[in-house]
């Protein structure tokens, strides 16, 4: 059965460092996103994608946040300089984009130091 | 605005009685319902989801949910709870196909022998 997957699994950084979160969705998919999830908390939407392009964005994904699909297959989310506040569970997920079914990946858990 | 109630941030039941997690949900639109599940140290799997039809939604390992329109609410049960049901659901909701999903902060639900 396809799946996404994420690499890293875990992602130790220092804070002010940049850091790029990989994503590879399920390869007809169409729609692609990123979620967080703060320790404790619940999954906040974060992004997401279409058509080469982002169609919808929260609150949270500032200046400091972008997104790319650089080639065919990955999907990326790139942080410029990371805040403490910036530790979190990061999911990405796809999707054909009838029903809204989305499938998510396994997450990246990044640590800002 | 959309937004998703969980009633309970913790349900403990016993191995063999019925699950019932609450979700209330807030939409200006007709909504599309889903329930995730997350076991420790993984992703979030789709249990079961509601678009259209059919109020009565089943699901994997034999979750099912009743969109009540009326009532604003999606809850989710199972008639015997199994010790491996144990995880954190998560119910969600959005307006429609491509668009960010809005989590409720999630019920931790513990099964004991």
């Known amino acids: 059965e396809p799946e996404v997957t994420q690499t890293p699994s875990h992602q130790v950084t220092q804070m002010g460092q940049e850091v790029i979160l990989r994503c590879v969705p399920i390869?007809?998919?169409?729609?692609f996103y990123w979620y967080r999830q703060i320790l404790g908390q619940k999954v906040e939407f974060l992004v997401s994608?279409?058509?080469?392009?982002?169609?919808?964005k929260s609150e949270i994904f500032d200046d400091q946040f972008s997104v790319e699909r650089p080639d065919g297959s990955n999907f990326t989310l790139k942080i410029r300089s990371t805040k403490l506040e910036d530790s979190a569970m990061y999911f990405c997920?796809?999707?054909?984009?009838?029903?809204?079914?989305?499938?998510f990946g396994p997450g990246t858990r990044l640590t800002v130091l | 605005a959309q937004s998703v109630t969980q009633l309970g941030s913790h349900v403990s039941v016993s191995e063999g009685a019925l699950v019932l997690l609450r979700c209330n949900y807030s939409?200006?639109?007709?909504?599309?319902l889903f329930w995730y599940v997350q076991y420790p140290n993984q992703g979030l799997q789709l249990l079961l989801k509601?678009?259209?039809?059919?109020?009565l939604v089943k699901g994997i390992n034999g979750f099912e949910a009743e969109f009540k329109k009326s009532e604003t609410s999606f809850h989710l049960t199972k008639p015997s709870a199994h010790m491996s049901d144990a995880a954190e659901y998560f119910c969600?909701?959005?307006?429609?196909?491509?668009?960010?999903?809005?989590f409720g902060k999630g019920t931790t639900l513990s099964v004991s022998s």
């Open positions: 390869s007809n998919h169409l729609y």
């Open positions: 997920a796809s999707g054909q984009g009838d029903r809204n079914e989305q499938f």
């Open positions: 994608f279409y058509n080469n392009e982002i169609s919808e």
């Open positions: 969600a909701v959005s307006e429609k196909a491509g668009t960010a999903l809005i």
């Open positions: 939409s200006s639109v007709p909504p599309y």
């Open positions: 509601y678009t259209t039809g059919a109020t």
